[in-house]
C-alpha cells in the first residue's frame, strides 16, 4: 500500500491538479486537506478543461471516492455550486463518491466581508488576497468562536454558535465603520442548504482507517504551495493555513505513518500571484513571455501572476522542510522559446552570499540572486512523453535543476493535456 501527499513547492499555480488527475488513475481516494476556494487546480482531459477549487481533483474520473478533510475551510455555497458546475459538464458527484468531513470550518459570507474590508483598509500593505474569506475564518477557527459543517445539524445550536462568532465579527465591524451582520438572514440561508451538505458529511478519520484496512491507495491533493505556508513561507504573506506534507495528516485525522511518500510539484521556473518578496521575479520582456505563454492568469481570480527565473534555492529549501521524496517538474514547454535560461543558485544579502531564503521579511525583500546561465533549446517539447525525445540542451537544464534541489525528478510535464507527461518513476511503486 502506498499513499502519496502532493504539494506545491513554490508559491502555488505549480499544477498540483494536472499531476493529481494523472496520478489519480492509480489511486481509489483524493483527499484535500487544507486551504479552501483559493486553490484553483486546472486539469485538461481530451481538450475538456476543468478547473477545481475545493473538490479533489480526482472527482473528474469513475469509481474514485473524493474527500474534503477537517483541515479544508468550507464555503458551503461555492462548494454547492462547483458540484453543480461540474454535474452540468457529465461529471457524476453524490454521497457514493463524495465525503465532507463533519468537522470541517465554514466560510460565511461575514469572513468574506472581512477579508475584504482588511485588503482595502491596508492599501499598498496589502497581502493581495484571493478575497475568499481564507484568512478570517481560519482565524475564527483557532479562536475556537467556528461554525462546522456538524453545526448545520441543529438548529437551536446553530443559533447559539453564531450568536457569539456575530458578537466577535461585530465588535470589529462597528470599530471599522461597517455594517453590523444580521444573524437571523444567514441563519434561514444556511438552514435551506444544510440538507444539501449534511448529506456528504462523515468522520474522515473513520472513513480513511476503514480506507487503510481495505488497502485502498490514497492521494493527498495539498493546495497552495509551502512559500504560502503561514510558518514557513513569506510571512506575513501567506495563506493562512499550514500548506506543507504533514498538514494532510493533520488535515483528515490520520498519523503522519499514513504518509509514505510526499511529492513536490515544481514549475521549471517561477510565478507568484499577489503581493510579497520574489527574489528571481523579471520585470522584463522575458518575464512577459514566460506568462504569455505559460498563460500565467489566476484561475481563482484572473490576476496576472508574477513571473521569474527558476530559484533553486527556494525549491531546495521547501524540499527539505516538507520532507520532499521527489518532483514533478513542470511546464517545461513554456521555456521553449528561450535562448538562455538562469537558475537561481545563491543569494546576495549585504554584501555577503546566503544558500537559504531569510525569514525575516525586510532582508527577503532586499536580497539579490545569483544566477547560473544555461543554454536554451529553442525545440518545442510540447507534448513529448519520453524523457529520450526531449532536446539535449532541455534534458542538460533538467539534469542541473535535479542536482542543486539534490532530489529526483519522477516526472515531468509537457503540456496541460493529462497524457502530456513523462514518467521516470512511479512513486506509486517506490
Ligand atoms: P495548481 O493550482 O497547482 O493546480 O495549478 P493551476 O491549475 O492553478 O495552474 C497551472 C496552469 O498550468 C494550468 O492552467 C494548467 O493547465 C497549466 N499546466 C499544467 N502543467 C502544464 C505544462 O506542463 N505545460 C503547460 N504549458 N501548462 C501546464
Ligand atoms: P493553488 O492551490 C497561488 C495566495 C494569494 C495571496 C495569499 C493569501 O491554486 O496553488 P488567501 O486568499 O489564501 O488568504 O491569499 O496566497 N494564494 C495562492 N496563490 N495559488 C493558490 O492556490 C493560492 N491560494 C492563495 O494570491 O497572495
Ligand atoms: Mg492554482
Known amino acids: 500500500m502506498k499513499n502519496i501527499v502532493v504539494v506545491g513547492s513554490q508559491w502555488g499555480d505549480e499544477g498540483k491538479g494536472k499531476i493529481v488527475d494523472w496520478l489519480s488513475e492509480q489511486a481509489d481516494v483524493v483527499i484535500r486537506f ?10 485538461v482531459i481530451d481538450g475538456v478543461t476543468y478547473k477545481l477549487r475545493l473538490l479533489p481533483s480526482g472527482i473528474v474520473r469513475k469509481n474514485k471516492i473524493s474527500v474534503i478533510g477537517n483541515g479544508v475551510v468550507v464555503d458551503p455555497w461555492a462548494l454547492l455550486d462547483e458540484i453543480k458546475e461540474l454535474k452540468s459538464k457529465g461529471i457524476q458527484i453524490d454521497i457514493k463518491n463524495l465525503i465532507i468531513s463533519e468537522s470541517a470550518n465554514l466560510i460565511l459570507p461575514f469572513h468574506r466581508e472581512m477579508d475584504e474590508i482588511r485588503e482595502d483598509a491596508a492599501g499598498k500593505g496589502k497581502i493581495g488576497t484571493t478575497r475568499r474569506g481564507i484568512g478570517p475564518a481560519y482565524e475564527d477557527k483557532v479562536g475556537r468562536r467556528s461554525i462546522r459543517v456538524m453545526d448545520l445539524r441543529s438548529e437551536q445550536n446553530l443559533d447559539q454558535r453564531l450568536e457569539s462568532v456575530l458578537l466577535h465579527h461585530n465588535a470589529i465591524r462597528k470599530g471599522l465603520g461597517k ?3 444580521e444573524k437571523d438572514q444567514l441563519r434561514k440561508d444556511l438552514l435551506k442548504i444544510a440538507p444539501q451538505i449534511l448529506q456528504y458529511s462523515q468522520p474522515v478519520w473513520l472513513k480513511i482507517n476503514e480506507f487503510k484496512r481495505q488497502k485502498k491507495k490514497i492521494l493527498f491533493e495539498g493546495a497552495q504551495g509551502i512559500l504560502l505556508d503561514v510558518d514557513h513561507g513569506t510571512y506575513p504573506f ?5 500548506t506543507v506534507a504533514s498538514s494532510a495528516a493533520t488535515g483528515t485525522g490520520c498519523g503522519p505513518n499514513s ?3 510526499v511529492l513536490g510539484i515544481t514549475k521549471a521556473y517561477t510565478t ?3 503581493e510579497g518578496p520574489f527574489p528571481t521575479e523579471l520585470k522584463d520582456e522575458t518575464g ?3 506568462g504569455t505563454r505559460g498563460k500565467e492568469f489566476g484561475t481563482v481570480t484572473s490576476r496576472k501572476r508574477r513571473c521569474g527565473w527558476f530559484d533553486g534555492v527556494l525549491v531546495r529549501q521547501t524540499i527539505k522542510i516538507s520532507g520532499i521524496n521527489g518532483i514533478a517538474l513542470t511546464k517545461l514547454d513554456v521555456l521553449d522559446d528561450l535562448e538562455e535560461i538562469k537558475i537561481c543558485i545563491q543569494y546576495e544579502l549585504d554584501g555577503k552570499k546566503i544558500d537559504y531564503l531569510p525569514a525575516a521579511v525586510e532582508d527577503q525583500l532586499k536580497i539579490k540572486p545569483v544566477y547560473k546561465t544555461f543554454p536554451g533549446w529553442k525545440t518545442s517539447t510540447k507534448g513529448v512523453k519520453n524523457i529520450n525525445k526531449l532536446p539535449e540542451n532541455a534534458k542538460k537544464y533538467i539534469f542541473a535543476v535535479e542536482d542543486f534541489i ?3 525528478i519522477s516526472s515531468i510535464s509537457t503540456s496541460p493535456e493529462r497524457e502530456d507527461t513523462i514518467l521516470i518513476e512511479n512513486p506509486f511503486e517506490i
Not at 476556494?37 to 486539469?43: D, E, I, Q, S, V
Not at 501567506?238 to 499550514?242: H, K, L, W
Request: charged share 15%; glycine share 14%; hydrophobic share 30%.
Open 238 to 242: 501567506v495563506t493562512s493555513s499550514n
Open 179 to 181: 455594517k453590523i451582520f
Open 259 to 261: 504518509i509514505n511518500y
Open 272 to 274: 507568484r500571484v499577489g
Open 288 to 290: 512577459e513571455l514566460l
Open 34 to 43: 487544507q486551504g479552501g476556494h483559493n486553490a484553483g487546480h486546472t486539469l
Open 406 to 408: 539534490e532530489t529526483k
